[in-house]
C-alpha cells in the first residue's frame, strides 16, 4: 500500500466511531468512553454500521445542547458566547475547544 493510500485510510478512519482508530484507541483517552457508548446505541438503535456522518451528526447536537444549559436561554447571542465558552467537550470527531477566533473548536 501506497504511503498515500495508507494516509487516506488512517485519515478517514480516525473520523469513524467504528473503525481502525477507534478500535486502537488507548483506554485512558478522553473519547475512548464516549466512542463506545456511541458506537453501541448507533448500531443498536438503527441496525446498521455506526457512520461518520453521524457522529458529526451528534456533535452538533451535543455542542448546541450544551451551549444551552451553559447560557440558561435561548438567546441568540447567549447562546453563541457559550458556545465559544466550551473547552474540552469530548465529541466523535475530537475534542473541542471553542474561543471567537477559533470557532471551528478544534485546536
Known sequence: ????RA???KASCSQQAGCWWWRNCPTVHPQKKLLATYKKDYETTYKEDVSTFGGHAYD?????????????TTDRAKVRDAI??????????????FSPPTTRGWT
Open 7 to 9: 494516509w487516506r485510510r
Open 84 to 97: 465559544e465558552g466550551l473547552h474540552g467537550l469530548v465529541g466523535t470527531a475530537g475534542i473541542y475547544n
Open 60 to 72: 452538533a447536537i451535543l455542542i448546541v445542547t450544551e451551549a444551552l444549559k451553559k447560557a440558561g
Open 1 to 4: 500500500m501506497s504511503s498515500r
